[in-house]
């Protein structure tokens, strides 16, 4: 389910990103193909860094359960109480497991985060490069058809 989520933010992530239109830098009114990459690029980053934040949140947290079930484990046993210690043990094993799989979960998240942002990113840089071609062959043909209308008027 988690990893549904993520990929669903991930998804929503990359369309706000290439929909965001507020990537006006210089004030002018417009947004150029280098404003709108540019923009792209720090939406993505910053969608990046906080889902690595909430990632590295639930880290923490598991670590924290997995300590508090090794101090409880430690006082059960201190204490000679043997059903006291079984229920901490089988605590500490199901935080430990526990610990594992979320430690499993956040680098495989932590790579699909990279990798989305990556693939974003890299489509961006290809819209615009392409934007960017066609562009320079409007500039071409426009500067082939004044050439023309040129040569016409001197005949």
Do not use: P
């Not at 359960?65 to 605590?91: I, M, N």
Request: with cysteine; net charge negative.
């Amino acid at each position: 389910m988690k990893k549904l989520a993520l990929v669903a933010l991930v998804v929503g992530t990359i369309g706000f990103a290439g929909c965001n239109s507020s990537a006006d830098k210089n004030g002018d009114g417009e947004v150029s193909v280098g404003e709108k990459l540019d923009s792209t690029i720090e939406t993505v980053d910053e969608h990046a860094d906080h889902m690595h934040s909430e990632v590295d949140q639930e880290l923490e947290d598991a670590e924290v359960k997995l300590q508090q079930a090794k101090e409880d484990l430690d006082a059960a046993v201190a204490k000679g109480d043997k059903e006291a210690e079984e229920a901490a043990r089988k605590t500490y094993d199901e935080a430990n497991s526990a610990w594992d799989k979320v430690k499993g979960a956040v680098n495989k998240a932590g790579e699909k985060i990279d990798e989305g942002a990556n693939n974003a990113l890299d489509a961006t840089k290809g819209a615009a490069e392409r934007t960017g071609n066609a562009i320079d062959k409007a500039v071409d043909k426009t500067k082939e058809k004044a050439d023309d209308v040129n040569d016409a008027l001197k005949k």
